[in-house]
């Protein structure tokens, strides 16, 4: 088993900037491609980025993917997700993902492991 935890989330007025942390601990060894993915209160659960084991390989949401960039140090198997210019829209649930697979993947069924996620405000 593997326990994502994330961390990072806040209030933050539109324009300004975020990094999100998300740690693993528990069977940490072997190969994950990690994820973000955000749910929106009233809204369905939606894809922002995710990278490869290797991290040369990244997904991004349209919507995001010129204002974030998604990394990840691999040794300790930790992913962070930066996001600029925010926006009111961008207020959701931020929550960690990985799967065991070197690849990544746009669709969160693929996913083997979630946290519980960090809540992310953007006041306007």
């Known amino acids: 088993q593997v326990q994502l935890v994330e961390s990072g989330g806040g209030l933050v007025q539109a324009g300004g900037s975020l990094r999100l942390s998300c740690s693993t601990s528990?069977?940490?060894?072997?190969?994950?491609?990690m994820g973000w993915f955000r749910q929106a209160p009233g809204k369905e659960r939606e894809f922002v980025a995710a990278?490869?084991?290797?991290?040369?390989?990244?997904y991004y949401a349209d919507s995001m993917k010129a204002r974030a960039t998604i990394s990840r140090e691999g040794v300790k198997n930790t992913v962070y997700l930066q996001m600029n210019s925010l926006k009111p829209e961008d207020t959701a649930v931020y929550s960690c993902v990985a799967r065991v697979s070197t690849l990544p993947s746009r669709r969160f069924g693929e996913y083997d492991y979630w946290g519980q996620g960090t809540q992310v405000t953007v006041s306007s």
């Open positions: 528990g069977r940490t060894f072997g190969t994950y491609a």
């Open positions: 990278l490869s084991w290797s991290g040369d390989i990244t």
